[in-house]
């Protein structure tokens, strides 16, 4: 079991800045994979970003070259920094732990942060 918890949510203006964190309740250096996906009201889950434990990062292209996904491994949590945020990013943003045991993957997810980009 895998608990994970967001946090660095609220309203920020076009253009601003905001940093989400996602504390894990494990070590993660060996989690298969971590992402943060998001879901604006009536439209279906996304993905934003996704790094693997060998570090190899993937981004959805709506958000490249304007967010960046980290991790911290020695304090088991995963950062989302997003810049130059746009109205259009607005939306619940959820971090996500991808585990693989075996030859089964097994899907985490956190309850979620707002983000709202708003004048």
Same mark, same amino acid.
């Given at each position: 079991?895998?608990?994970?918890?967001?946090? @660095?949510? &609220?309203?920020?203006?076009?253009? &601003?800045?905001?940093?989400?964190?996602?504390?894990?309740?494990?070590?993660?250096?060996?989690?298969?994979?971590?992402?943060?996906?998001? +879901? *604006?009201?009536?439209?279906?889950?996304?993905?934003? *970003?996704?790094?693997?434990?060998?570090?190899?990062?993937?981004?959805?292209?709506?958000?490249?070259?304007?967010? #960046?996904?980290?991790?911290?491994?020695?304090?088991?949590?995963?950062?989302? +920094?997003?810049?130059?945020?746009?109205?259009?990013?607005?939306?619940?943003?959820?971090?996500?732990?991808?585990?693989?045991?075996?030859?089964? &993957?097994?899907?985490?997810? @956190?309850? &979620? #942060?707002?983000? #709202?980009?708003?004048?």
């Amino acid at each position: 079991q895998v608990q994970l918890v967001e946090s @660095g949510g &609220g309203l920020v203006q076009p253009g &601003g800045s905001l940093r989400l964190s996602c504390a894990v309740s494990r070590n993660i250096f060996n989690i298969y994979q971590m992402g943060w996906y998001r +879901q *604006a009201p009536g439209k279906q889950r996304e993905l934003v *970003a996704i790094i693997s434990s060998g570090s190899r990062i993937n981004y959805a292209d709506s958000v490249k070259g304007r967010f #960046t996904i980290s991790r911290d491994n020695a304090k088991n949590t995963v950062y989302l +920094q997003m810049n130059s945020l746009k109205p259009e990013d607005t939306a619940v943003y959820y971090c996500n732990a991808h585990v693989v045991v075996a030859v089964d &993957g097994y899907d985490y997810w @956190g309850q &979620g #942060t707002q983000v #709202t980009v708003s004048s």
